[in-house]
């Protein structure tokens, strides 16, 4: 068994953390599960998985049966990779009533979407679906968000798709790996779609609220060895512009008591943060 199951690092790390203290402990609890069910986790480093918890914190992401994402050994190494149900699990956190859909389209499927006459979004519709189409059918993705009284649909089709995937092998092969470890969009491909279509959707309907997760991703595909350095300075990379940007909704808004209200936003997490955003929106 790897010694990280007896690292006082490991679990110290979610008693540490701005995340209520049972949450965490809860992460990392299934974080050692998943561990101690996969041979091939449990000969990677231990600063490796080590890491691999602090992401997941920082994210508030859980490594568990919701699949919200993944630890993927390359080697000795250990990667936290966040999953399309990570992407969606944020997106409901930003309201209630936040509906997201996810779909892969295939061969001989048609997809429609009508443009609503009242400019509030869009609607669509799926014809000849394959219940049992394989990955090999896939001709392409869409992402179905409705918020705030509007409706988003974002699209990728297989060239989109081809260009995500051929980019993240690329790096991957750059990447001092075992050459028989492949990448994720090899051996996960239609989840693989389905997160970059939900990706694109975060990126351009709610950039800085997805701010910190976009950053960690990105950066978990470009440079592993760096990942380290990613999660202490990913969230102060955007810290400022999002501290300005609801200091101006406070300004809007003529919220009374705006500078407690700032460092109580300041001092939050990511979840406690939307929160705050969100009843200040509401005002």
Not at 9 to 23: G, L, M, R
Not at 42 to 65: E, F, P, V, Y
Not at 71 to 93: D, F, R, S, T
Request: with cysteine; net charge negative.
């Amino acid at each position: 068994m790897n010694e990280l199951l007896q690292n006082k690092n490991f679990q110290s790390i979610a008693n540490d953390f701005k995340f209520d203290n049972e949450k965490s402990k809860q992460i990392a609890t299934s974080m050692l599960c998943i561990i101690n069910s996969n041979d091939k986790l449990q000969k990677c480093s231990s600063a490796s998985l080590n890491r691999c918890l602090h992401n997941a914190l920082s994210l508030g992401l859980s490594i568990d049966i919701n699949q919200f994402c993944w630890l993927i050994p390359y080697g000795v190494e250990a990667q936290l990779q966040i999953g399309y149900k990570g992407y969606m699990h944020k997106i409901k956190q930003l309201s209630k009533g936040v509906i997201v859909d996810v779909k892969l389209i295939h061969k001989d499927e048609i997809l429609t979407i009508n443009q609503s006459s009242d400019n509030n979004g869009a609607s669509y519709k799926i014809d000849n679906i394959s219940p049992f189409a394989k990955d090999l059918d896939i001709i392409g993705a869409m992402c179905y968000i409705k918020y705030n009284g509007y409706n988003y649909i974002e699209t990728l089709n297989t060239d989109d798709l081809d260009l995500i995937k051929s980019k993240n092998i690329t790096e991957a092969n750059n990447k001092k790996w075992n050459k028989k470890d492949v990448s994720v969009w090899q051996e996960w491909y239609g989840e693989m779609c389905k997160k970059a279509v939900i990706k694109r959707a975060c990126k351009n309907h709610f950039a800085s609220e997805f701010a910190d997760i976009e950053e960690f991703d990105n950066k978990q595909n470009i440079s592993f060895q760096d990942n380290s350095k990613n999660i202490k300075n990913f969230n102060q990379d955007k810290e400022n512009e999002i501290i300005e940007e609801f200091k101006s909704l406070l300004e809007m808004k003529k919220v009374e008591n705006a500078d407690d209200k700032l460092q109580e936003f300041i001092n939050s997490d990511f979840e406690k943060r939307l929160e705050i955003r969100q009843s200040i929106t509401n005002l």
